[in-house]
């Protein structure tokens, strides 16, 4: 017996029986979407496995309930192939959601057909005009910029395809294998290519275009400082192509675009089986519907910390998943599984639909903390990459900044204009920008597995430290699966703790300070001449640090007004593996005050609050200890209890002292 969709019921919904998944289509298309699909793993309401519930919506009415959504049939007269019903599998509080947007055009494993991309891009291109892509920009602003000539499969200067659009691709290295031969200035491309990059080339002549690029062959692998310069623009090369291709689906390079080359997209799962046909009613095929953006989101394409700003920086996007193929600009978004032979364009301007953000505002610095914080949770093969896979994003920031709202990066730091003492125009080179910066704020919400590192110890944990940056800055740490970062230090009312801090680059010998250089320093940080360390005399004073279990935080047991104060730092913003937490384990840290905030808080009266750097010795060279950074902490005096706080506090002052520290 099969299940009569006639009678589901449109507000509470119908439980269908799928017990006869060996005789009944319907209920083993039921069955197979739950239980099948790859990558889920999903249990029905009743955790029975023999009844789902359906729900179903009248004529376009797109409903909202977040379980089994059906589309009530439409008019006779369409053509058969339409899907009248799709399923869209998915993670919802335990849930399975059957969703759609318009009717579903069946995908099949092969793209015989690319007609329907050029009706998108004709369609952008004729709506939004210069908004997603100004066809009259030249290549002369990226030096050494160089495409592939698809038709004749060599790499050109750009200098041979002025005015000419151009696409680029967003891929999965994997793992290297052939780099190309370059002969003079012109290179002929391999006979055997990665399968990506092959099809990436098919794709780029169907669609009527010629030039590609692709940073395997088009950025000079083997000359470090040209590779350097294009690293630096791969933002602007990225956001003046006509297209970006996105290979979101395998895991490298060899995996090819999903129904253009060799690689067939995943058999669609589908059913021909009707309910009862009364009337003028047709048959109901159903067949089950990714959604782009969880068909994305579960791709190790997704994870790649070089991916990120590929996507975030390109204005069009031609993605292929292993489901279907998907097109979005600035302003809309279209679908292969949502194109019908009635005329539907398959496409929605729902901003909330988008996989992609909507063009970023680079003029509004104050979301670069943004752009870094979803960037940290990305992959990366090599910490090495850690600055260089974000660079685009930050030159675009720094390039797009005013003089009221400047913003630059020393190290990845974003660090942001402040008025000069005298009041009379804006500077980097006070040092409460500096200062700033260096309190920024770091949350590892899930604890990361340290793992014994071969050379030392079973016992020893793996930190999330790169060593390759300082632990200043943000770059120098891994992020785990919640990593958040925040500025600490931009509001109301700040006040930076007297200090002065020079900039140490040790292979030149060579040492600024920040009052007096800072626009030199920055001016090094953004050609990729970083410092070493940063030397800095300030204010300073010991801590000391225990894990206490029961609370699951970390209590201070020095200074002894801290402890009184029951100051306490939270797990998640120490870097885990950073600190012994073993019973009677104690760790001696130096604390470098860098802020002073005092405000009023309505019923709490004044609040004094200190912000400062905890850092650890890890190193002495030359008979000097090199610090690094654990974290940044608040200590809160409440004036509201008159007498505890001034006790308190003379017994802090009593351990102040200057010192002179080098962090690395």
Excluded at 51 to 57: E, P, S
Excluded at 190 to 211: A, N, T
Excluded at 561 to 582: D, H, M, V, W
Aim: glycine share 8%.
């Amino acid at each position: 017996m099969g299940i009569d969709l006639d009678k589901v019921t449109y507000h509470d919904g119908s439980w269908v029986p799928l017990a006869n998944i060996k005789t009944c289509p319907m209920c083993a298309f039921f069955y197979a979407s739950i239980y099948l699909t790859p990558n889920q793993s999903l249990v029905l309401l009743n955790h029975t496995a023999k009844t789902a519930r359906v729900w179903g919506h009248d004529g376009w009415f797109i409903g909202t309930t977040p379980r089994w959504h059906l589309l009530e049939p439409v008019p006779p007269g369409l053509p058969s192939d339409l899907i009248q019903y799709a399923c869209d599998v998915r993670r919802s509080e335990g849930d399975i959601a059957i969703d759609y947007y318009y009717f579903k055009e069946r995908v099949y494993p092969c793209l015989a057909d690319y007609r329907f991309i050029s009706r998108w891009l004709g369609d952008c291109v004729e709506s939004h005009g210069d908004h997603c892509f100004n066809s009259r920009l030249d290549h002369d602003p990226v030096p050494g910029l160089q495409f592939i000539d698809c038709v004749a499969r060599r790499i050109v200067p750009a200098s041979e395809a002025v005015h000419e659009a151009y696409l680029t691709l967003s891929y999965v290295w994997g793992t290297p294998s052939e780099h190309v031969e370059e002969i003079g200035s012109v290179s002929t491309l391999p006979i055997h290519l990665p399968k990506v990059i092959e099809d990436s080339i098919r794709v780029v002549k169907e669609l009527g275009f010629r030039y590609l690029w692709v940073d395997r062959y088009c950025i000079p692998q083997a000359d470090s400082q040209a590779k350097h310069t294009q690293i630096q623009l791969m933002g602007a090369i990225y956001a003046r192509s006509a297209i970006t291709i996105i290979a979101a689906a395998g895991e490298d390079a060899d995996y090819g675009l999903p129904g253009v080359g060799l690689r067939a997209r995943n058999p669609q799962l589908r059913t021909d089986s009707a309910s009862v046909c009364t009337g003028d009613r047709l048959p109901r095929p159903l067949m089950v519907y990714h959604r782009p953006k969880q068909d994305v989101k579960s791709t190790l394409w997704s994870t790649r910390g070089w991916t990120y700003q590929e996507a975030l920086l390109s204005k069009r996007r031609l993605v292929f998943t292993d489901n279907q193929v998907f097109f979005q600009c600035q302003r809309m978004l279209c679908e292969e599984s949502q194109m019908s032979s009635a005329g539907g364009s398959g496409r929605t301007e729902e901003p909330g639909k988008f996989v992609f953000p909507p063009a970023a505002d680079f003029r509004n610095t104050g979301t670069a903390w943004t752009r870094i914080s979803e960037f940290v949770n990305r992959n990366l093969s090599f910490d090495r990459d850690a600055l260089d896979a974000i660079s685009g994003i930050l030159n675009i920031y720094w390039s797009e900044s005013t003089q009221d709202s400047g913003i630059a990066f020393f190290y990845g730091l974003p660090l942001f204009l402040e008025e000069s003492r005298e009041k009379r125009h804006k500077s980097f080179c006070e040092i409460s920008v500096l200062i700033k910066g260096l309190l920024w704020t770091g949350s590892w919400w899930y604890r990361a597995i340290g793992l014994p590192k071969a050379e030392s110890s079973p016992t020893r944990l793996e930190r999330l430290r790169r060593s390759e940056f300082p632990s200043w800055t943000w770059v120098g740490w891994k992020g785990t699966s919640e990593y958040e970062l925040c500025a600490g230090g931009s509001y109301p009312g700040f006040c930076g703790w007297k200090c002065a801090i020079r900039a140490v680059y040790e292979d030149r010998q060579m040492s600024l300070a920040w009052e007096e250089d800072a626009a030199r320093i920055l001016e090094n940080s953004a050609v990729g001449l970083n410092p070493k360390f940063l030397d800095i005399k300030g204010t300073c004073f010991d801590v000391s640090l225990a894990w206490d279990p029961k609370e699951g935080d970390w209590a201070y047991t020095e200074p002894l007004a801290f402890k009184l104060n029951e100051s306490r730092i939270l797990q998640r913003y120490i870097p885990p593996n950073t600190l012994e937490e073993g019973e009677g384990k104690v760790n001696i840290l130096v604390a470098l005050l860098l802020s002073n905030f005092v405000s009023e808080i309505k019923g709490r009266g004044r609040i004094h609050e200190m912000k400062m750097l905890l850092l650890q010795p890890v190193e002495c060279s030359a008979g000097r200890w090199i610090y690094e950074r654990v974290t940044c902490v608040s200590v809160v005096w409440n004036h509201g209890h008159v007498g505890l706080y001034l006790s308190l506090l003379r017994q802090f002052e009593t351990g102040l002292e200057e010192r002179e520290l080098r962090m690395g």
